[in-house]
């Protein structure tokens, strides 16, 4: 019986990363990395961290220009898609600012509160509401402590924050009787 010989297969080369201006590589962004840019941005990079880092976690890819002219065409898509994000992002931050927050917590009768509140019980308050924001997204000076107003931040994009007013009051069971 003759031998066969198995055919060879030409198996495309993974594109290689491009060399930059400035020695390192170009790649392009998948998802938004902080401190290097946003998603459909072309950055260079040093090998290093483009090869260990930012390709095998699927934050960028090799930028090759088929690459580039798909983002370019999909651009106008994403951009439309976070204007559409931000302007549903300012109408909930407008319902939250027409919205106040009403929590009871445990005090004595000088209003001091015998724990604190902090930002998980206002979102929790505010998901009885229906209206979902983390605890990420409220911004606290530090825990309120004492009953009465006070004014959170809430920041639900970097561009879209506001003020949202929150009543810290003794709860029901501590109130003083006559």
Same mark, same amino acid.
């Given at each position: 019986?003759?031998? *066969? @010989?198995?055919?060879?297969?030409? /198996?495309? &080369?993974?594109? +290689?990363? #491009?060399? =930059?201006?400035?020695?390192?590589?170009?790649?392009? %962004?998948?998802?938004? /990395?902080?401190? @290097?840019?946003? *998603? =459909?941005?072309?950055?260079?990079?040093?090998?290093?961290?483009?090869?260990?880092?930012?390709?095998?976690?699927?934050?960028?890819?090799?930028? #090759?220009?088929?690459?580039? +002219?798909?983002?370019?065409?999909?651009? &106008?898509?994403?951009?439309?898609?976070?204007?559409?994000?931000?302007?549903?992002?300012?109408? *909930? %931050?407008?319902? %939250?600012? +027409?919205?106040?927050?009403?929590?009871? &917590?445990?005090?004595?009768?000088?209003?001091?509160?015998? =724990?604190?509140? =902090?930002?998980?019980?206002?979102?929790?308050?505010?998901?009885? *509401?229906?209206?979902? /924001?983390?605890?990420?997204?409220?911004?606290?000076?530090?825990? %309120?402590?004492?009953?009465?107003?006070?004014?959170? +931040?809430?920041?639900?994009?970097?561009?879209?924050?506001?003020?949202?007013?929150?009543?810290?009051?003794?709860?029901?069971?501590? &109130?003083? #009787?006559?």
């Amino acid at each position: 019986m003759p031998i *066969q @010989l198995a055919k060879t297969v030409h /198996v495309p &080369a993974a594109p +290689r990363p #491009t060399k =930059g201006k400035r020695g390192g590589v170009e790649v392009l %962004l998948i998802h938004n /990395v902080e401190h @290097l840019g946003k *998603q =459909g941005d072309v950055v260079e990079v040093k090998r290093g961290y483009a090869s260990n880092y930012l390709l095998p976690q699927g934050l960028a890819t090799v930028a #090759t220009e088929h690459h580039k +002219r798909m983002v370019e065409k999909h651009r &106008a898509k994403l951009e439309e898609i976070a204007r559409e994000r931000l302007a549903g992002l300012r109408s *909930q %931050l407008q319902e %939250l600012m +027409r919205t106040s927050v009403t929590i009871e &917590a445990n005090a004595n009768d000088e209003g001091h509160l015998y =724990g604190s509140v =902090g930002s998980v019980e206002i979102s929790r308050s505010l998901k009885q *509401q229906d209206l979902m /924001v983390t605890a990420d997204q409220i911004i606290l000076q530090g825990p %309120l402590k004492e009953v009465g107003l006070y004014t959170v +931040r809430v920041k639900l994009a970097p561009e879209v924050e506001g003020d949202l007013k929150v009543w810290v009051v003794p709860s029901s069971s501590d &109130a003083p #009787t006559k």
